[in-house]
């Protein structure tokens, strides 16, 4: 079972419109996410880091942190045909000597012109 | 921004054979990983180090072996090439321990068929 959770699998948007996009995690002792984004073909880049509670914005895309939930969200606002991309979420374990990453398995974003 | 270099970009190997993915990174990371990436099971670690000489186990390592000779250097050996095997396999580095706010820097990626 994915211990990190995507949502939706996929999602088509019009261009300018707004990106929805969720994350929660099964592991209570998971303390950190990131956003990172995978264009078609190329390797994935990290888009959004988030470690506390609350929001964070830069440019079109914010993400907010709820930690009682594990719960992370990712909207991206006036959506471009160049945000078409897997969306993936990774989060950080924290068990001491055994931390480790745990990945999502995505949200493939489709901007349409 | 890190740079992690990745060879080959392509390869097909033969069932039985051996296969070395290579990886450079020139921003003198501590971490280096190797994932593959599968549709389905999403990226998977195989194998990581903390520095030159040190390997560790990730969730999915048999089959699989690293090498660290160096800070800049780390591959991954498929002694014997299984169809199982194909992939796409990421290299990546970090700049801190897992503990931390640890941001990874991906390579380029290697397509590797087995047939």
């Known amino acids: 079972q994915q211990k990190v959770q995507q949502s939706p699998e996929s999602l088509i948007v019009p261009e300018g419109g707004m990106a929805s996009l969720n994350c929660t995690s099964s592991?209570?002792?998971?303390?950190y996410f990131w956003w990172y984004r995978q264009h078609s073909g190329k390797s994935p880049k990290m888009l959004m880091?988030?470690?506390s509670n609350g929001e964070k914005e830069e440019g079109r895309f914010t993400v907010h942190l709820n930690k009682a939930s594990l719960h992370t969200s990712l909207h991206i606002r006036d959506s471009q045909p160049s945000d078409s991309a897997l969306y993936l979420c990774?989060?950080?374990?924290?068990?001491?000597?055994?931390?480790?990453?745990?990945w999502g398995l995505g949200t493939s974003l489709v901007v349409n012109p | 921004e890190a740079a992690v270099t990745q060879s080959p970009r392509n390869k097909v190997a033969v069932t039985g054979g051996k296969v070395t993915l290579s990886c450079n990174q020139t921003?003198?990371?501590?971490?280096m990983y190797w994932y593959r990436q599968d549709t389905g099971h999403g990226l998977r670690l195989i194998h990581y180090?903390?520095?030159?000489?040190?390997?560790e186990k990730g969730d999915i390592p048999d089959g699989y072996k690293a090498s660290r000779p160096s800070q800049e250097n780390f591959s991954l050996i498929l002694e014997l090439a299984t169809p199982s095997q194909t992939s796409v396999y990421f290299c990546?580095?970090?700049?801190?321990?897992?503990?931390?706010?640890?941001?990874?820097?991906f390579g380029a990626g290697t397509r590797l068929s087995v047939l």
């Open positions: 990546a580095s970090g700049d801190a321990y897992w503990g931390s706010q640890n941001t990874l820097y």
């Open positions: 921003n003198n990371h501590n971490n």
């Open positions: 180090s903390y520095g030159a000489g040190s390997t």
């Open positions: 990774a989060a950080h374990s924290n068990v001491g000597d055994n931390s480790k990453l745990i």
């Open positions: 592991d209570r002792n998971v303390d």
């Open positions: 880091s988030i470690f």
